[in-house]
């Protein structure tokens, strides 16, 4: 998306939706296959035989450099850079001036001076950048010259954990569609990244106990939100509401994270609420008169690793019984009884329950659930022993489940 190498949008459809079309054609083309599906985190496989093409393909476009790099097609777009095997500046990357992607790995805390000279360089001489990826760099602050990348539209610091803060220029940075800033040293998040108006992807990590209110207009084109490791944050920001183009909500490791706001009610397009670790939450939201109506789009809603869950939020959850395909409850030790109204989601395909071991049973009337297609129970003692296959007391009441996965495994 960065780089524009998608077709624009139809109506009715978003950058992501022509990104994942794209990745379903290599899919059903067997061009590459899938690995994994984790919580978000997709893998796959390039064959050798693609690989080997892919590789011909791009080879004047892409290139690895190092400090033996001595030239460099005129033609090259983007840069792979290993700052631990640079000794100094490679001077063929003066001459460069199209670069149009630059991803530097392997920095460490002993080559900071040779790190912070290349970044200086690529701000100065890359001015059509379109990419820049510093995973893991020891920088403490970024050049405020990062401000003249009018065209910067993707940026991942991720685990810069010696950032502390952004320059004032930031909000220079107008095209800018992904952000990442999760894992790194940022105290708070600057004002200059509200008004980022094109943002589609951010991540946040932050030591603070609130965020600043999101104001009206802000982040309008904004898809997809991840709040990992903010150990301190208290509550989600007042303002969730004007997120209206939120299609995925991530809360990853947010040890005082109490609860949700009902704000989020207002988030019609949400589709996928992921909640991991987050181990003072309550979600508890019921049903007011006021909602009786509501419409909602979930379509997966995950939890994993909430000691203290007791309850579910209904408001979410029945506000979209029509759209809900996917329930994972993972590593919810504490929840001892599902609700009742867990039947009113007729729309759901799969439920998931692993690790809950004093669950002592499925809602009844689970047969009303008539579009369910796939039941997976793992690690759950009083689950495993009333609802097998072979000698389990309420078998009967899902036998009629297409597929059912029980195992003793977690």
């Not at 459809?13 to 079309?21: F, L, P």
């Not at 001459?95 to 790190?115: F, G, L």
């Not at 939100?225 to 007042?238: A, G, H």
Request: charge should be neutral; aromatic fraction near 4%; charged fraction near 30%.
């Amino acid at each position: 998306m960065a780089n524009g190498l998608l077709e624009h949008p139809k109506q009715n459809q978003e950058w992501e939706d022509v990104g994942k079309r794209y990745l379903n054609e290599l899919l059903s083309r067997c061009l590459i296959q899938m690995e994994q599906d984790f919580w978000l985190i997709f893998t796959f496989r390039m064959h050798d035989l693609v690989h080997d093409l892919a590789l011909d393909a791009s080879q004047k476009e892409c290139k690895t450099v190092n400090s033996e790099t001595e030239t460099v097609d005129e033609n090259v777009r983007h840069l792979l850079l290993c700052d631990e095997k640079l000794v100094g500046i490679p001077r063929v990357l003066e001459e460069m001036k199209n670069v149009r992607t630059v991803i530097i790995q392997d920095a460490s805390k002993e080559s900071k001076t040779t790190h912070e000279s290349l970044i200086n360089l690529c701000l100065s001489n890359f001015k059509y950048l379109r990419a820049l990826e510093l995973r893991k760099s020891p920088l403490t602050a970024l050049p405020n010259s990062i401000g003249t990348l009018k065209r910067l539209r993707h940026l991942d610091l991720g685990r810069c954990r010696s950032l502390r803060e952004l320059p004032r220029s930031f909000d220079k940075l107008r095209s800018l569609q992904s952000l990442n800033l999760g894992d790194t040293g940022l105290k708070h998040l600057p004002d200059s990244v509200q008004r980022l108006i094109e943002l589609r992807h951010l991540e946040i990590t932050i030591k603070a106990t609130h965020l600043k209110e999101i104001r009206a207009g802000c982040w309008t084109s904004l898809q997809y939100l991840e709040l990992r490791c903010c150990m301190e944050l208290e509550c989600l920001p007042e303002g969730m509401q004007y997120l209206k183009s939120l299609r995925t909500l991530v809360l990853k490791h947010c040890d005082s994270l109490l609860s949700l706001p009902r704000s989020l009610k207002f988030l019609t397009k949400l589709e996928h609420l992921y909640i991991r670790f987050c181990s003072s939450m309550n979600l508890k939201m019921e049903l007011e008169e006021e909602d009786k109506d509501l419409q909602l789009s979930l379509k997966t809603f995950s939890l994993l690793g909430l000691d203290d869950l007791a309850d579910l939020p209904r408001l979410l959850l029945q506000g979209s019984s029509s759209t809900l395909k996917q329930l994972r409850i993972m590593v919810c030790r504490n929840l001892s009884v599902l609700p009742a109204w867990l039947l009113n989601l007729t729309s759901l395909h799969k439920l998931e329950i692993a690790a809950c071991a004093k669950l002592s049973g499925l809602p009844e009337g689970i047969n009303r659930l008539t579009n369910l297609r796939e039941l997976r129970i793992h690690g759950c003692p009083e689950l495993n022993k009333r609802y097998r296959e072979n000698g389990g007391a309420d078998w009967h009441k899902i036998a009629h489940i297409p597929k059912v996965v029980i195992t003793d495994e977690e």
